[in-house]
């Protein structure tokens, strides 16, 4: 009797174990997981931070932080609906996004980084839904314009309704 006590005790140690072994394994196996789609979407977003917009479809000014530097002023609407915006144009560094450089150009999503100090508030104007990747923090990235244009705004991000923003915080 005492022979079969020990038997069953062993048998539920053994399922126990098992069970335990088997919820311990699908943990792993599901924050392996997790990792792994992780190092996917940054290895997707690091590729996607590599696509370049032709320069060409950028109109741009002398900038109004550094005389030195580019701001953009303007898109060119045939170009691409996704935007990456450079670090430089043609050998000079883009630190600014001027007055509705984008405005009604119907937009999809926009990457920018952190050479952008500033950006007007009506910039995006009338690209609803947009999304913003911004590889940057928000303290970095000014936004400016007169008093009417930022009343203007209110509500908006840089002038688009029902925008979508990823800060790098």
């Known amino acids: ?3 079969n006590g020990f038997i069953t005790s062993a048998l539920l140690y053994g399922i126990l174990s098992l069970f335990l072994i088997l919820i311990l394994g699908t943990i792993s196996i599901l924050a392996n997981r997790k990792l792994a789609n992780d190092k996917i979407k940054e290895s997707v977003l690091n590729d996607v931070q590599k696509i370049e917009t032709n320069p060409s479809c950028f109109q741009t000014d002398i900038s109004e932080l550094d005389s030195n530097n580019l701001q953009i002023t303007g898109y060119d609407s045939t170009c691409e609906k996704t935007i990456y915006i450079p670090r430089t144009i043609y ?3 883009v630190d600014s ?3 509705k450089a984008f405005a009604d150009k119907k937009i999809i999503n926009i ?7 500033q950006i007007y508030v009506n910039a995006f104007t009338n690209n609803d839904d947009i999304v913003f990747y911004m590889i940057t923090t928000s303290d970095n990235v000014k936004g400016v314009g007169s008093d009417e244009e930022i009343a203007n705004a209110t509500g908006t991000t840089w002038g688009a309704q029902n925008a979508t923003i990823h800060w790098d915080d």
């Open 1 to 3: 009797m005492k022979q």
């Open 97 to 99: 996004i001027g007055p």
């Open 111 to 117: 990457t920018i980084q952190d050479n952008i100090k």
């Open 91 to 93: 050998g000079k560094t």
